[in-house]
């Protein structure tokens, strides 16, 4: 079994910085793409950033030149640096993996963290 656990999101006034992780655990031979996803309450889940293999990031425009997204895969650990956060970062942070194969057989998988939240004051 496969667990996403995340950590460091909070309360932050605007114009502050947070950093997300998220680390993988469990039997894990690869990991495809590994991102972070937002909800925010009456709203649909949406892409904040992801990252690949080969460390390839895509991001949404409305966090472009404030989130860095990276990772670790000696650790299977994703981060989200977020700096100038804004109110409408407001959001609960999820962790996704995507493509996680246990060994070199199995079909690949993907998971979700439980959420973090992120409190943007203003």
């Known amino acids: 079994q496969v667990q996403l656990v995340e950590s460091g999101g909070g309360l932050v006034q605007s114009g502050g910085s947070l950093r997300l992780s998220c680390a993988a655990s469990?039997?894990?031979?690869?990991?495809?793409?590994m991102g972070w996803y937002r909800q925010a309450p009456g709203k649909q889940r949406e892409l904040v950033a992801a990252?690949?293999?080969?460390?390839?990031?895509n991001y949404a425009d409305s966090v472009k030149g404030r989130f860095t997204i990276s990772r670790d895969n000696a650790k299977n650990t994703v981060y989200l640096q977020m700096n100038s956060l804004k109110p409408e970062d407001t959001a609960v942070y999820y962790c996704?993996?995507?493509?996680?194969?246990?060994?070199?057989?199995?079909?690949?998988?993907?998971?979700w963290g439980q959420g973090t939240q992120v409190t943007v004051s203003s």
């Open positions: 990252i690949n293999s080969g460390g390839s990031t």
């Open positions: 996704n993996a995507d493509g996680v194969r246990t060994t070199a057989w199995t079909r690949a998988k993907g998971y």
């Open positions: 469990g039997s894990i031979f690869s990991i495809n793409a």
